[in-house]
């Protein structure tokens, strides 16, 4: 599908109000996205696990105004009215009207709440910009006959792209791929999809144990981390790494060989800050303690000839992988010798998920 596709033609239908509500997962990449083009055109292709606990449910209700010259909206997070937020979905409504050309008839009430704490250090992006897109793509199919389930998948997916790249890939699960790549068939630059190849049963259910070391906010957002890739020296090498990682993933997650699989993860994590080490200005996101964690888990599977590993997201927090077959073992590890780096003892167990799911008001 190309961009086109997505301008619709006139609606059929007519509606004055309603209220829609969804629930968004975050997602977790596997091989990072760092580093756009523009209108939210990744660098290189990554691909994720979809959580599962971690999300964010939004409800959005409209009703028609009277005049359709500018985008009319509130914003509310757990009940408290958040104009903090507004700035950023301004910018979003700006990036998606030539795709939703009914954003300036109706006002709008967003309501939303996460299940993890708002200062958790866990970027509400993904799972926040998917719902409140799944949510518009909900007006959009009561407002015209011609949206199949397909097309409403990807529509939200190519939306949210556009609130927060990241975003796209938490409409659907368990494993989805945003970014071209040519060995991964239906693989887009536009959207996420789901990963379309053979997964082993090693890689069902996969567990995330999120460690939560550092709850402030980012020094540096992700925002300004990506356009650091512009004339970053490694820049190019590092995206075709990137594509060289997912194709060795394809054979992994095939053949269940998870000691290749955490070599590949916890390097793309490492390389994800290196090249933030590396940007110029440079920055560290990572915290004392998350290099504490990192050592532990590289010494408990020394120890333990374990399979868990670790990845990072744009911040000091540590996702800890493992697979189900070792919940046990690794909460207990957690709990014994990793619980003391994270800040007032927070952490999150989460596990793969299949993606969002619409509420019924
Ligand atoms: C490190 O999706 O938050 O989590 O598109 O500017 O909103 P924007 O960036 P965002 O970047 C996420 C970067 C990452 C890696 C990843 O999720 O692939």
Redesign the pocket.
Known sequence: MIEQDFIPKTYSETKDSGSVTWSSPS???L????G?KEH?IPENP?I?FTLNNCKTTTTLSFSRKESNDVFSFDVFLDGEQKDSFKSKIETFFNRIERYLPFLRDFHFKIETSNTFPHSSGI?S??SG?SALALCLMSIEKELSSEVSEAYFIKKASFLA?L?????C?SVEGDLIVWGTHKEIDGSSDLFGVKYPYEVHQNFKNYQDTILLVDKGEKQV???V??DLMHDHPFATRRFEQAHENMSKLIDIFKNGDVDTFLKIIESEALT?HAMMMTSMPYFILMKPNTLEIINKIWAFRIETNSKVCFTL??GANVHVLYPESEKEAVLKFIENELVAYCQNGHYINDQIGFGAQQIDN
């Open positions: 997602n977790i990449a091989v990072k996205y760092w756009k939210q990554s994720s970027a992006s993904a910009m792209r609130g927060s790249g990241s975003a890939r957002s992700s925002t981390g990506h994800l997201d744009a």
